[in-house]
């Protein structure tokens, strides 16, 4: 199978104003090679220390054994404030265990197996929406998702007025603030001018209002009983066991704020690239067809399992394309990594991206593989390299339901449809919100013969 592209990574050695230079353009490719087989790099400069940590005993230390000394920066928070506010994913401390404790009940298994009808009629109305010729696909995957997200959320298709005023919004907003900037590494006085905060903020503020309107309304849904029993009453419903509280609206809008950002972009990354890589590995996307035409046309929860290369091929493309590239969490006391002394305040890198293709966790790391997932030693390998959720107590909540998505989107798509790269249009991977291509992807989409849909 032939290998799938990742960034042209810079030289080892660029001067500090050169890499800041390719840092604004991407992240990704900013960062040298050498960090592929790496177990742990410095980056230092006169205004701060950054260490990208590789070493799997690191990142266990960082993420499980004491993540409360390793709290997210508020320099990541900066970039995300206009739109996400306090929410789960930028706070710390007793605030974010607090939102846990709320919001963990509504992705448990029980619940997840309530969503899945919702999931499953959202993917085959993706699947007619296609259409035989050369298409977007990034786009169709945005479509999608946003779609299940509306559909399990708040039990809405994407066609609802407000689900679209949403989506359409947030595809405005998507390529104007990048998930990791700048000053999520450099200490900036805040009277420093950001050309693009204007923009971003005036973005923001409009997704909010939307998300807004929608947990009002369905706030009056619930005090007059008629609420549907979907992900949005289940959270806006539950209190907190600790404290006896549950969300206010003003909290209920930072919350869905990022399950649209986790639910929808990061899946419509993953989905994007998996396609992409079946298109150009047709061995592997006629085994997904074969498994998806025997799935039941009205499948149950249990009926996943079936799916079980659709699995693998999506958990390799979840490895080989990371949707949150890069983690980064700030030292609170003194540490000491790999015999190197840690100061306060230094910043803690942990790239979901790079480990995914690290020469000395993976076996043939640029290669996609689904067949690996199989094997027994992938076992190792994937403890040690494997992030695509985090891991830890701040492992994504909804990890089960991105999975299930992801299966139940290729199979629904792949079961009438085939997909075949367009000649000498490689796409290239940059970090926006999410690893997204740098000019899209576009594949040419054809019928099956004897399509089942």
Same mark, same amino acid.
């Given at each position: 199978?032939?290998?799938?592209?990742?960034?042209?990574?810079?030289?080892?050695?660029?001067?500090? #104003?050169?890499?800041?230079?390719?840092?604004?353009?991407?992240?990704?490719?900013?960062? /040298?090679?050498?960090l592929y087989r790496a177990w742990m790099a410095e980056f230092r400069t006169p205004f701060f220390r950054s260490y990208m940590c590789n070493d799997p005993d690191l990142i266990d230390l960082v993420l499980k054994e004491r993540p409360d000394h390793f709290p997210k920066s508020d320099r990541v928070r900066e970039g995300l404030a206009p739109l996400l506010g306090r929410s789960v994913f930028v706070t710390n401390g007793e605030t974010w265990k607090r939102q846990r404790r709320i919001i963990d009940p509504a992705f448990e298994g029980g619940r997840l197996r309530d969503t899945f009808p919702a999931m499953w009629a959202a993917a085959r109305a993706a699947e007619a929406r296609l259409a035989p010729g050369t298409v977007e696909i990034e786009a169709e995957c945005s479509h999608a998702a946003a779609d299940i997200i509306f559909r399990t959320l708040f039990s809405i298709p994407i066609e609802h007025a407000l689900a679209s005023a949403v989506f359409q919004a947030f595809r405005r907003y998507q390529r104007t603030q990048p998930l990791l900037n700048l000053a999520a590494f450099l200490p900036l006085p805040r009277w420093l001018p950001r050309p693009h905060r204007r923009a971003v903020? !005036? *973005?923001?503020?409009? %997704?909010?209002?939307? %998300?807004?309107?929608?947990?009002?309304?369905?706030?009056?849904?619930?005090?007059? =009983? $008629?609420?549907?029993?979907?992900?949005?009453?289940?959270?806006?419903?539950?209190?907190?066991?600790?404290?006896?509280?549950? +969300?206010?609206?003003?909290?209920?809008?930072?919350?869905?704020?990022?399950? +649209?950002?986790?639910?929808?972009?990061?899946?419509? *990354?993953?989905?994007? #690239?998996?396609?992409?890589?079946?298109?150009?590995?047709?061995?592997?996307?006629?085994?997904?067809?074969?498994?998806?035409?025997? +799935?039941?046309?009205? /499948? =149950? +929860?249990?009926?996943?399992?079936?799916?079980?290369?659709?699995?693998?091929?999506?958990?390799?493309?979840?490895?080989?394309?990371?949707?949150?590239?890069?983690?980064?969490?700030?030292? $609170?006391?003194?540490?000491?990594?790999?015999?190197?002394? %840690?100061?306060? =305040?230094?910043q803690?890198?942990?790239?979901?991206?790079?480990?995914?293709?690290?020469?000395?966790? #993976?076996?043939?790391?640029?290669?996609?593989?689904?067949?690996? #997932?199989?094997?027994?030693?992938?076992?190792?390998s994937a403890r040690a390299g494997y992030l695509p959720f985090s891991a830890g107590p701040r492992v994504c909540p909804g990890a089960g339901f991105a999975? !299930?998505? =992801?299966?139940?989107?290729?199979? !629904?798509?792949?079961?009438?449809?085939?997909?075949?790269?367009?000649?000498?249009?490689?796409?290239?991977?940059?970090?926006?919100? $999410?690893?997204? !291509?740098?000019?899209?992807?576009?594949?040419?989409?054809?019928r099956r013969g004897g399509s089942s849909s």
């Open positions: 199978m032939s290998v799938p592209p990742k960034p042209a990574a810079r030289p080892d050695r660029v001067g500090l #104003w050169r890499y800041l230079r390719l840092f604004r353009a991407d992240i990704l490719s900013a960062q /040298p090679e050498r903020t !005036a *973005s923001a503020r409009e %997704i909010r209002a939307l %998300i807004t309107r929608l947990t009002a309304e369905r706030a009056a849904r619930i005090a007059e =009983g $008629t609420a549907p029993d979907d992900l949005a009453t289940k959270i806006m419903t539950t209190t907190d066991p600790v404290t006896g509280q549950g +969300f206010t609206t003003g909290e209920m809008v930072d919350q869905v704020a990022i399950f +649209f950002l986790a639910g929808h972009e990061t899946s419509a *990354s993953a989905l994007a #690239w998996a396609l992409y890589l079946l298109a150009t590995h047709p061995e592997a996307q006629d085994r997904v067809a074969a498994e998806a035409r025997a +799935f039941p046309e009205n /499948p =149950g +929860f249990s009926d996943l399992s079936r799916l079980k290369f659709t699995r693998d091929v999506f958990r390799e493309a979840l490895r080989l394309y990371a949707p949150v590239p890069m983690m980064v969490r700030e030292t $609170t006391q003194a540490e000491r990594f790999r015999d190197r002394d %840690i100061a306060p =305040g230094a803690v890198v942990i790239s979901s991206f790079h480990l995914g293709r690290h020469e000395r966790i #993976w076996t043939e790391p640029d290669r996609f593989d689904p067949d690996r #997932w199989a094997r027994p030693e992938t076992r190792e999975m !299930a998505e =992801g299966v139940l989107m290729l199979a !629904a798509i792949l079961r009438g449809l085939r997909l075949d790269p367009v000649e000498g249009d490689v796409p290239v991977p940059v970090a926006h919100l $999410t690893v997204r !291509a740098r000019d899209g992807i576009r594949l040419r989409i054809s």
